[in-house]
C-alpha cells in the first residue's frame, strides 16, 4: 500500500444509538458522533426495534454531515465507507448498511462490513497499539464472549454465553429493582452502596468450559426479591445489586484470567459497554497484572456503541483489501468468523 494515511468513514446502527465516525490509519479518531436514543426507548423499559430503525432513518443523514464537518473533511477526503454487518437488529442494522452502500456507490469508495463485536474490540486500537496473540473478553447487552486473537482481524472463540449476556442480565435485575433502562450503569452505582449480605450461585459450567451463563444468577436475584416482597421483609436494593455484581464479576474473571493462563498472551482486552463498569475494570486490571500480562481497555466512551470502533475494525480489512460488494445485506445473528 502506498497511501500515507488511510481515512475511514464507519456507520453503526445496530441497536439505539445511530452512529457515524471519521477515523484516520484505523488508529486516529478525527470525529465521533453518537446519537443515542435512549431517552426515546426508556418508557417502554428497553429498546423498540421499530422505533429504533425510525430513528436511525430520521437522523442517519444528518449524522454523516456532522461526523464530516467535524472531522474537517469531505465525502472526496474518504479512502472508503465501514459499515457494522451485524449482529443486530436487523431493521436498525439495514439503515446503517443501506446508508454505506449509497455512499459506497455514489462515490465509488471500497464498502468494508464489520461485526460488530470486532468493532468493540478494535476500540481499544484507539488508545492503544493492540499486541498479538491476545485475548479478549466482550461483554455487552448482546454477548459475553472471549476469544483468541492471534494476529489482526482474527478471531478464534474460546467461550459465549449459553443465555443472558452478562449487559442483559444486569438490565434485568436493574428492571426488577425499578431502574431506569439501561440497567448497567445504575446497578453498578447502587452496588457501590451495598454489602454483602446475599451470595448468589456462580454458574461454572464444566470445569474446562470457558463458556458463560448467567439466566441462573438472575432468576436467583428475582426469587429473592420476589420472597421478600411476598413476606413483607424489606431487601436493600443496595445489597441486591452488590451480591448480583459480585458474582456475574467473579465468573467473568476468573475464566478470563484461566483462558490467560492457558494461552501465552501479549495483551488482554476487554471490551463491550459492561467494560465501562469501573469494578470490572479496576480487579480484572489487577488480575492481569498477577498473570503478568497487560490489560488494554478503551476509555468508558468508547465501551459502549460508537462508530469510531467500526471504522478502526475495518482498517486491517483496508489493508488486506477485503471489501463488500453491493450484495453486502445486513445480518442479525452473523458470527464472528476465524478470518
Ligand atoms: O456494547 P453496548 O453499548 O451495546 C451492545 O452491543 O449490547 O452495551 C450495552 C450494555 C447494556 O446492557 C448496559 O446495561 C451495559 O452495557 N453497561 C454496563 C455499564 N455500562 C453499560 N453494565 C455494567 N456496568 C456498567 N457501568
Ligand atoms: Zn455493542
Known amino acids: 500500500m502506498t497511501k500515507q494515511n488511510i481515512v475511514i468513514l464507519g456507520l453503526e446502527t445496530s441497536c439505539d444509538e445511530t452512529a457515524a465516525a471519521v477515523v484516520k490509519n484505523g488508529n486516529e479518531i478525527l ?3 453518537v446519537s443515542s436514543q435512549v431517552d426515546v426507548h426508556r418508557r417502554f423499559g428497553g429498546v423498540v426495534p421499530e422505533v429504533a430503525s425510525r430513528k436511525h432513518l430520521e437522523s442517519m443523514n444528518a449524522i454523516i454531515e456532522q461526523a464530516l464537518t467535524e472531522a474537517d473533511r469531505t465525502v472526496d477526503d474518504l479512502d472508503a465507507v465501514a459499515v457494522t454487518q451485524g449482529p443486530g437488529l436487523v431493521g436498525a442494522l439495514l439503515v446503517g448498511v443501506s446508508a454505506a452502500k449509497a455512499l459506497a456507490f455514489a462515490r465509488d469508495l471500497p464498502l468494508i462490513a464489520v461485526h460488530h ?3 468493540h474490540i478494535y476500540a481499544t486500537q484507539l488508545v492503544r497499539e493492540m499486541m498479538f496473540p491476545s485475548i479478549a473478553l466482550v461483554v455487552s447487552g448482546g454477548h459475553s464472549d472471549l476469544y483468541y486473537m492471534e494476529r489482526h482481524d482474527h478471531y478464534r472463540m474460546l ?3 449459553r443465555d443472558d449476556a452478562a449487559g442483559e442480565a444486569y438490565d434485568k435485575i ?14 453498578a452505582r447502587l452496588a457501590q452502596e451495598g454489602r454483602p449480605e446475599y451470595s448468589f450461585p456462580r454458574a461454572w459450567l464444566e470445569p474446562d468450559s470457558y463458556d458463560f451463563s448467567f439466566s441462573g444468577l438472575k432468576s436467583s436475584v428475582l426469587n429473592r426479591l420476589h420472597q421478600a416482597e411476598q413476606k413483607g421483609e424489606t431487601v436493600r436494593h443496595a445489597d441486591l445489586a452488590f451480591g448480583f455484581q459480585e458474582a456475574v464479576l467473579d465468573v467473568l ?5 484461566k483462558a490467560v493462563r492457558h494461552h501465552p498472551v501479549q495483551q488482554l482486552v476487554l471490551a463491550g459497554g459492561v467494560a465501562a ?11 492481569a497484572a498477577d498473570a503478568g500480562v497487560p490489560l488494554a481497555v478503551p476509555p468508558i466512551s468508547l465501551c459502549t456503541d460508537n462508530a469510531a470502533m467500526i471504522a478502526a475494525a475495518a482498517y486491517p480489512k483496508y489493508v488486506k483489501q477485503e471489501f463488500a460488494d453491493m450484495a453486502l445485506n445486513a445480518s442479525a445473528g452473523l ?5
Do not use: D, H
Not at 474473571?253 to 484470567?257: A, G, L, P, V
Open 31 to 33: 470525529s465521533n458522533v
Open 117 to 119: 463485536i470486532a468493532g
Open 253 to 257: 474473571i476468573e475464566k478470563t484470567i
Open 159 to 161: 467461550g459465549q454465553t
Open 335 to 339: 458470527p464472528l468468523t476465524e478470518g
Open 174 to 187: 436493574a428492571r426488577a429493582l425499578g431502574l431506569p433502562y439501561p440497567g448497567g450503569p445504575q446497578i
Open 277 to 287: 463498569n469501573q469494578t470490572l475494570r479496576s480487579r480484572l486490571e489487577e488480575r
